[in-house]
Nanobody
Framework: VQLQASGGGLVQAGGSLRLSCAAS????????IGWFRQAPGKEREGVSC????????YYADSVKGRFTISRDNAKNTVYLQMNSLKPEDTAVYYC?????????????????????WGKGTQVTVSS
């Protein structure tokens, strides 16, 4: 069971990036997926979550209106489209999976109930 985040890079403030979270060894169909980030010297924080069906999405206040989470279960991949990036978005971004067995999820469960974690991808936003 592996998750791999990719798509990070260096971008100027106001720019965009799309992160991908690909799963191998299991299908994401029955998992809620969350994106998290950790900046140097700071605690890890939840960024966004999506239910297994894609019908429910959640966002941290700091990214609402700028980031969009989506999933393509046929490709076993979840995406995080990040627009209007700010220097404070600089962090290592991780994706994680919660086996909800096809049921819904909540923001609280997303923040505290992840079962599997992938390696991160660095996002750096220059001012």
């Amino acid at each position: 069971v592996q998750l791999q985040a990719s798509g990070g890079g260096l971008v100027q403030a106001g720019g965009s990036l799309r992160l991908s979270c690909a799963a191998s060894g299991f299908t994401l169909d029955y998992y809620a997926i969350g994106w998290f980030r950790q900046a140097p010297g700071k605690e890890r924080e939840g960024v966004s979550c999506i239910s297994s069906s894609g019908g429910s999405t959640y966002y941290a206040d700091s990214v609402k209106g700028r980031f969009t989470i989506s999933r393509d279960n046929a490709k076993n991949t979840v995406y995080l489209q990040m627009n209007s990036l700010k220097p404070e978005d600089t962090a290592v971004y991780y994706c994680a999976a919660d086996h909800t067995k096809g049921f819904g999820t909540t923001w609280f469960r997303c923040l505290h109930g992840m079962d599997y974690w992938g390696k991160g991808t660095q996002v750096t936003v220059s001012s």
